[in-house]
C-alpha cells in the first residue's frame, strides 16, 4: 500500500514557477519509480513527467521538456516537479503516481498502482 499527497499548486501568471511535492507513505516508495500527469477540464490525463526509483533517469512530455525538471529525495518519501517558464496551456490538475516496487517508470497511465488526490496549476496571462 502506497498513499500519495501532492501539494505545492495554485495560481501563477504566464513566466512564473511553481513546485509541486509528492509526498508518499509506505515501505516501497524507494524502489517505486513515480510519475506526473495532468488532466485539464474537458481532456484526457496527460503524461508530463517521470523519475526512476534512484532518480537516475528521468523523461518528460515534449511539452514541458526544458521547462519542467523531476526530481525525488527517498530520504523524505517525496518527489518533486519544478515547472518554470508555465504557459496558459499548462493549467490542469497535476497527479503524481507510483510504480510499486518497479525502477523505471512509464508514459503509461496504466501502468501506476497508486495515485494521488491531485493539486490544480491555474496559469494566468
Known amino acids: 500500500q502506497m498513499q500519495l499527497v501532492e501539494s505545492g499548486g495554485g495560481l501563477v501568471q504566464a513566466g512564473g514557477s511553481l513546485r509541486l511535492s509528492c509526498a508518499a507513505s509506505g515501505r516501497t516508495f524507494r524502489s517505486s519509480a513515480m510519475g506526473w500527469f495532468r488532466q485539464a477540464p474537458g481532456k484526457e490525463r496527460d503524461f508530463v513527467a517521470t523519475?526512476?526509483?534512484?532518480?537516475?533517469?528521468?523523461g518528460y512530455a515534449d511539452s514541458v521538456k526544458g521547462r519542467f525538471t523531476c526530481s525525488r529525495d527517498n530520504a523524505k518519501n517525496t518527489v518533486y516537479l519544478q515547472m518554470n517558464s508555465l504557459k496558459l496551456e499548462d493549467t490542469a490538475v497535476y497527479f503524481c503516481?507510483?510504480?510499486?516496487?518497479?525502477?523505471?517508470?512509464?508514459?503509461?497511465?496504466?501502468?501506476?498502482?497508486?495515485w494521488g488526490q491531485g493539486t490544480q496549476v491555474t496559469v494566468s496571462s
Open positions: 503516481a507510483a510504480r510499486s516496487g518497479i525502477a523505471y517508470g512509464s508514459t503509461n497511465s496504466l501502468e501506476y498502482d497508486y
Open positions: 523519475i526512476s526509483w534512484a532518480g537516475g533517469s528521468t
